[in-house]
């Protein structure tokens, strides 16, 4: 943000509002964000950092954050859809979910106020025929609020309660894998298959938990996901294997996701954090005896000593 700090308060000084407004919008398009904040013909500028599409990927942002944060833990875990509503002009996040036969919504609407914009309306609800969900919440917050800080104020206890008992938590063990204990989430695929795809990955044979230790001892991994575990993808379990280790590399990623797909694997490695999941790497249509040299290939990690 400094940089945008930057930009604004150069926007703003008496001899860059003297300059046309093509060259106004020529110094924002620097920063592509905030090209659109400049309006046509009007060279004397003033905005805030976040204004007009910067408004729009915080809306984004902090809705996003919010659905993640209430699905954490439950078998939805991260899954739901993110969109901005032109018509609304606003961020929209929504998890769906079937309990039993009665369909429930959660739904967050993130709008912002003013252009540039000064601060937000945030709004959360749940939407079912049940009557056993707290009722709607709306709250204004400004700009210089985060979208953690945001979450945390709007999303509160009962909220979260009343989500996972909708939705049931997802199970996990903890186990002793090797020299740390880890966190396995079991998902609705089959287990064996991330037992298989692990054994690969250390070039070892079988369904066995051995491939789970030797990536916990090699790779210092602290969570397994037994399924195709795409963080920023809505949809059903895939087969497959997700796991998480202590990579600061953010060119090649800190959360490996293996798909199995027919009789090859996709593998995708994210940039995961407490807030957003960015890929940077994907190896498309890999056959299983090239699960390690990509992976290694890719991270310089070794899953097995030579």
């Known amino acids: 943000m400094n940089m945008l700090h930057h ?6 000084e008496a001899t860059v509002r003297r300059a046309s407004p093509d060259a106004i919008r020529a110094a924002a398009a620097a920063l592509p964000l905030v090209g659109e904040a400049v309006e046509t013909g009007d060279p ?32 939805l875990n991260g899954k739901g859809q993110t969109r901005w509503d032109t018509a609304g002009k606003a961020a929209v996040a929504i998890a769906a979910f079937r309990n039993g036969e009665t369909p429930f919504t959660f739904a967050v609407t993130v709008k912002p106020a003013g252009a540039p914009a000064s601060k937000f309306s945030v709004r959360v609800e749940f939407d079912s025929e049940s009557g056993d969900f707290p009722k709607p919440v709306e709250k204004s917050f400004p700009i210089a609020e985060s979208p953690a800080s945001i979450g945390a104020m709007i999303i509160g206890s009962d909220i979260q309660r009343a989500f996972s008992k909708a939705v049931g938590q997802q199970e996990s063990t903890h186990a002793d894998l090797g020299e740390a204990s880890v966190t396995i ?35 210092g991994v602290t969570n397994f996901f037994l399924y195709a575990f795409n963080p920023n993808q809505e949809g059903a379990e895939k087969p497959g294997l997700s796991f ?11 959360f490996c996701v293996i798909e199995l797909r027919n009789d090859e694997y996709d593998i995708m490695f994210y940039n995961m954090s407490a807030f957003d999941a960015k890929l940077v790497k994907t190896f498309n249509g890999i056959y299983a005896e090239k699960l390690r040299s990509v992976f290694e290939g890719h991270t310089g990690w070794h899953t097995s000593i030579r």
């Open 185 to 219: 989430i079991k998902g609705s695929a089959p287990v064996e298959t991330a037992y298989i795809i692990a054994n690969q990955l250390c070039g070892l044979d079988g369904d066995s938990q051995t491939g789970l230790k030797r990536l916990t001892t090699m790779l």
């Open 244 to 254: 998480k280790w202590p990579n600061r590399e953010r060119s090649r990623g800190n």
């Open 7 to 12: 930009l604004a308060d150069t926007l703003t």
């Open 44 to 75: 004397n500028v003033s905005f805030h950092a976040r204004s007009l599409n910067l408004s729009k990927d915080f809306a984004l942002e902090v809705a996003g954050y919010c659905l993640r944060m209430v699905t954490k833990g439950t078998t």
